[in-house]
């Protein structure tokens, strides 16, 4: 079984930045990652895509992050992060990350429990 874990939320004022990271663990060889990404879920929101980085290149931001966040990986520690500057209270949500791993005969999508950020004042 794979597991991923967040962390690195919390509260932070509007303008400020924040780092969180997300590290997948499994029993055994974890398999061939595809992509690994960030999504967001606001109270009363459907959960949307942050940014994604799949494993041949090809980062995808959503626009309304572009140029404020920054997702990175390590493939060895098989963890993702999210560096989110000039955060906006608009960007308060329950942030997963998702890894699709081919693992043992098919493409499967693991997520995190989510780790909490909130921007306010």
């Known amino acids: 079984q794979v597991q991923l874990l967040e962390s690195g939320g919390g509260l932070v004022q509007p303008g400020g930045s924040l780092s969180i990271s997300c590290i997948a663990t499994?029993?055994?060889?974890?398999?061939?990652?595809?992509?690994m990404g960030w999504y967001r879920q606001a109270p009363g929101k459907q959960r949307e895509l942050v940014a994604l980085?799949?494993?041949?290149?090809?980062?995808i931001y959503a626009d309304s992050v572009k140029g404020r966040f920054t997702i990175s990986r390590d493939i060895a520690k098989n963890a993702v992060y999210l560096q989110m500057n000039s955060l906006k209270p608009e960007d308060t949500a329950l942030y997963h990350c998702?890894?699709?791993?081919?693992?043992?005969?098919?493409?499967?999508?693991?997520w995190g429990q989510g780790t909490q950020v909130t921007v306010s004042s």
């Open positions: 499994a029993s055994g060889t974890i398999g061939t990652i595809r992509h």
């Open positions: 980085i799949p494993s041949d290149g090809g980062i």
């Open positions: 998702n890894f699709l791993i081919w693992r043992p005969t098919a493409w499967n999508s693991y």
